[in-house]
Nanobody
Framework: QVRLVESGGGLVQAGESLRLTCAAS????????AGWYRQAPGNQRDLVAGTSSGGTRYADSVKGRFTISRDDAKSTIYLQMNSLKPEDAGVYYC?????????????????WGQGTQVTVSS
């Protein structure tokens, strides 16, 4: 079973930075897609940033402030969040689509982390 473990969330003041990390418990032979999503209370889970061979996309609200990156050799993805605003607060989830099942090495699966809380005070 592959697990994604997020870390790096916390409470910061507006204008400060955080770096989220999502590490996989098993190595991916190939990551097809990696993304970060945010869910605020009462809201749906929305895309913050995602990256694949087709390119990288960001939510309009975070463009220029957030950067997604990945280290495929470590099966780890990151989200650098700068100039944080109160509206950036929520639970952040990482999502990876890829090949990591040792019993089914040719099957692409979807994996989600358990989420990490980000709180931004004004």
């Amino acid at each position: 079973q592959v697990r994604l473990v997020e870390s790096g969330g916390g409470l910061v003041q507006a204008g400060e930075s955080l770096r989220l990390t999502c590490a996989a418990s098993r190595s991916f032979s190939r990551i097809v897609y990696a993304g970060w999503y945010r869910q605020a209370p009462g809201n749906q889970r929305d895309l913050v940033a995602g990256t694949s061979s087709g390119g990288t996309r960001y939510a309009d609200s975070v463009k220029g402030r957030f950067t997604i990156s990945r280290d495929d050799a470590k099966s780890t993805i990151y989200l650098q969040m700068n100039s944080l605003k109160p509206e950036d607060a929520g639970v952040y989830y990482c999502h990876i689509e890829g090949y990591a099942d040792p019993d089914r090495p040719f099957r692409k699966n979807d994996y989600w982390g358990q989420g990490t809380q980000v709180t931004v005070s004004s």
